[in-house]
């Protein structure tokens, strides 16, 4: 457990360091170095890659992590990670002939709308495909507990190498257009260190027997291909829509916005690393007792949590859009939008976690290809009509319904409700603080204005969730932290 906690606590303070700085790159260096079109071109290509990159990876990533401790020899290991390396191919080859020969009128299709997409289609599959051998590498020394450096390149070095190649733009070191080509040369560079460090620590003896298991590894990998698709296509289909109906700049000013509505939801993935392999053994000791109890607490920290970030995004948004350029204004409606959906997502606590344990998982699997489709659909409907705020709002109608969906599905299968009266009360928390905020301006400089207010936020807002005691566990880190100040 001693390597678990440890690699855990680095890999923690890993991914907040590359989420600050991605924050950088998303909100200043390429809006302010790279420009709106070639800004938008790059959030298109990075987009369409990540949808690509289940299939180019054929769910190897998540297939390795779950059998390879099933294999007990030297022998047998060699024989399923020679197989898994292969497996993505049966996907990959014919994929690259359809590209190849098909490339005139895919690219015809996708830059039907922007003329400039046409030149860049072929590296959405080489980036895709990456991403995903990326990932494979990955979980290939995950398996053997050497998970940090494989998350400090993820998270961190991808992010400090875009800086840089931003900044070679800024100096006229290189163009724009030199820029996309660069990008795509970073993820492959990503791709080949963690390949030579996966080798590294396990050289694969390459063997052409095939494992015992052989059938269930290819079924659970199209399960994951699905599953990882799914959740893949929820966060990506709007920017990829948006290169069909409008001009490629608006993928930028939606991807800053993107960015700042999704801080809402870091709470939630940091969370899940704990809460998941705790609820996966209260569900198997059937307590279901405590884990009601576990989903109620994990809503309204979430809630409280999650909120608290909501709300100084909201408070704060006009400040923070008056920093970048006039024309990234209209993302303003796409923070509210998206971040109502956020928030709402968060409230559900380890919803998904009780989901994902329980025998009717692949029924709401099927439930998010439908609640998909209808995302799709809602897209074509409102992007044409509106624009960036027609596929916010159909983006928080798909979300919002899917996340209803899940939770119908918890409280009626399964008779577990995250909510209480507590729920309603952080709510009414959260209006008020909004109300109070909302309108106030210092009229100092937007960051100082930001800073002031954010300040104020937290104290009233945590100062009046900790009076009501809405969340036992965040009334006891504030007692403590309390105590602690008191005392210095």
Not at 110 to 137: C, H, R, T
Not at 247 to 261: D, L, M, T
Not at 322 to 337: A, C, K, M, N, R
Request: charged share 10%.
């Amino acid at each position: 457990m001693g390597i678990v906690i440890n690699q855990s606590i680095k890999n923690t303070v890993i991914t907040y360091i590359g989420f600050a700085i991605g924050a950088i790159n998303t909100l200043y260096m390429y809006v302010q170095f790279l420009g709106d079109t070639y800004y938008g071109l790059v959030g298109y290509i990075l987009s369409s890659a990540n949808i690509l990159m289940p299939l180019m990876a054929f769910g190897v990533h998540n297939t390795l992590v779950k059998y390879f401790n099933e294999y007990k020899t030297e022998e047998e290991k060699s024989k399923f990670l020679t197989f898994v390396l292969f497996l993505p191919l049966l996907l990959v080859i014919p994929f690259s002939l359809i590209a190849y020969f098909g490339y005139h009128q895919i690219a015809l299709i996708l830059s039907k709308e922007n003329a400039i997409v046409y030149d860049y289609v072929w590296q959405i599959p080489v980036i895709g495909l990456s991403m995903g051998y990326f990932e494979i590498f990955y979980a290939w020394v995950k398996v053997h507990l050497q998970s940090v450096l494989g998350n400090f390149i993820k998270e961190v070095v991808l992010r400090i190498l875009v800086s840089m190649t931003l900044f070679a733009v800024y100096l006229n070191w290189i163009t724009p257009e030199a820029f996309v080509y660069a990008l795509m040369g970073i993820y492959l560079f990503a791709m080949l260190f963690m390949k030579w460090f996966a080798f590294k620590v396990r050289f694969p003896l390459f063997s052409l027997s095939i494992p015992t298991n052989a059938k269930a590894i290819v079924v659970y990998s199209l399960f994951i291909i699905l599953t990882g698709g799914i959740a893949n296509l929820f966060l990506e289909i709007d920017k990829f829509m948006l290169n069909n109906y409008v001009k490629i700049e608006n993928i930028a000013y939606y991807s800053v916005a993107i960015f700042i509505a999704t801080v809402i939801a870091v709470p939630s993935r940091a969370m899940h690393q704990i809460t998941y392999p705790i609820t996966a053994k209260l569900m198997s000791e059937n307590k279901y007792d405590a884990l009601n109890d576990l989903y109620k607490k994990t809503s309204i920290t979430l809630q409280i949590i999650g909120g608290l970030i909501f709300i100084g995004i909201l408070c704060n948004i006009n400040q923070l859009y008056v920093l970048l350029p006039q024309e990234y204004s209209d993302g303003i409606f796409v923070v509210f939008t998206i971040g109502l959906s956020k928030y709402f997502d968060l409230t559900l606590g380890n919803n998904n976690a009780i989901i994902f344990n329980s025998q009717y998982y692949k029924t709401v699997l099927f439930l998010g290809v439908l609640l998909l489709l209808v995302t799709i659909g809602l897209n074509m409907i409102f992007i044409p009509l509106y624009g960036l705020k027609g596929t916010a709002f159909a983006t928080l109608l798909s979300i919002t319904l899917y996340s209803l969906s899940k939770l119908f599905f918890v409280v009626l299968k399964m008779k577990l409700f995250p909510f209480s009266i507590n729920t309603l009360k952080s709510f009414g928390i959260l209006i008020a603080t909004f109300a109070v905020f909302y309108f106030w301006d210092f009229g100092f400089h937007p960051i100082l204005n930001i800073f002031l207010k954010s300040v104020l936020i937290t104290l009233f807002y945590l100062g009046f969730s900790y009076y009501f005691s809405l969340s036992s566990d965040i009334n006891s880190v504030l007692g403590k932290l309390f105590q602690k100040i008191v005392k210095k």
